[in-house]
């Protein structure tokens, strides 16, 4: 026993001297406050955050972008094979929905529910009652698709594959980017066909009885001529591959 005493007491001198170092190195880590902040309302400040972040990095990609395609289109000018792979990359560009699409279809919109005139939210409703959710939108989209839209977009942007709209709070999250209410969903098509399978999406159902019930805003409109812009993000992907 006498020499097991003697192990532990260096090996309890050390674990103290490391917890000491630990809980020096923390605190001023935090300068004197909680390195984890209980404020919830810190979640909107780093979306804003991250935004401007994500806008820097778009507005550095873009300009890179842009000197890439100049360097080719010199290229393309001496080389054949370039030549070659760039007017094969361009006849893809629409099959990749890197192009804009015009044509008849409609445009939905999707509003939060407005409190009333004495501030207070509706009688029975939850404040999650009055606003719109990602399942909202997704159910949408889902409708959009199943009726064989040609193409469709949301705000400013192309609604791919890849596309994963998502809930932060009260604003949307859409390929780095985030909005707020109303949500534009628009989509090139046959209007009949478009109306009809959006009347009989479930999801689109039950947002339209809230709609009702909570004053959550749902339309449709026609448009004869609408634009669906082409999709500007990264066109790569990490874990898809091709079958067959």
């Known amino acids: 026993m006498t020499g097991g005493n003697a192990i532990w007491k260096p090996l309890v001198l ?14 001023l880590a935090s300068d004197g406050t909680e390195l984890r902040s209980t404020d919830s309302g810190r979640i909107s400040d780093l979306v804003r955050a991250a935004q401007t972040g ?3 990095a778009e507005n550095e990609r873009d300009a890179l972008a842009a000197q890439v395609a100049e360097l080719q289109s010199k290229a393309a000018g001496s080389d054949g094979a370039v030549a070659d792979a760039l007017a094969e990359a361009e006849g893809l560009a629409a099959a990749a929905a890197l192009t804009p699409v015009s044509g008849t279809g409609v445009t939905v919109t999707l509003t939060d529910a407005p409190r009333g005139a004495d501030g207070n939210y509706p009688l029975g ?16 989209l889902n409708a959009l698709w199943s009726a064989g839209a ?31 209410p ?15 399978t959006l009347d009989a999406e479930p999801g689109v159902r039950l947002f339209r009885e809230y709609a009702q019930r ?22 790569s992907t990490r874990y898809a591959r091709p079958i067959g």
Do not use: K, W
Not at 14 to 27: F, P
Not at 125 to 140: F, K, M, N, Y
Not at 182 to 194: F, K, M, S, V, W
């Open 150 to 180: 040609s193409a469709v977009g949301m705000q400013d942007q192309r609604i791919v594959s890849s596309s994963a709209p998502r809930c932060i709070g009260s604003t949307l999250l859409l390929h780095g980017r985030t909005y707020s």
């Open 14 to 27: 050390v674990v103290c001297l490391a917890a000491g170092v630990l809980l020096a190195t923390t605190r």
């Open 125 to 140: 409703a939850r404040p999650d009652d009055l606003v719109v959710h990602q399942q909202d939108i997704e159910s949408v």
């Open 182 to 196: 109303p949500y534009l969903l628009t989509a090139i098509g046959d209007p009949a066909r478009l109306e009809a």
């Open 54 to 56: 994500a806008d820097a």
């Open 214 to 235: 909570y004053g959550l805003g749902y339309s449709v409109r026609i448009d004869e001529q609408l634009t669906v812009p082409g999709f500007d993000g990264a066109t």
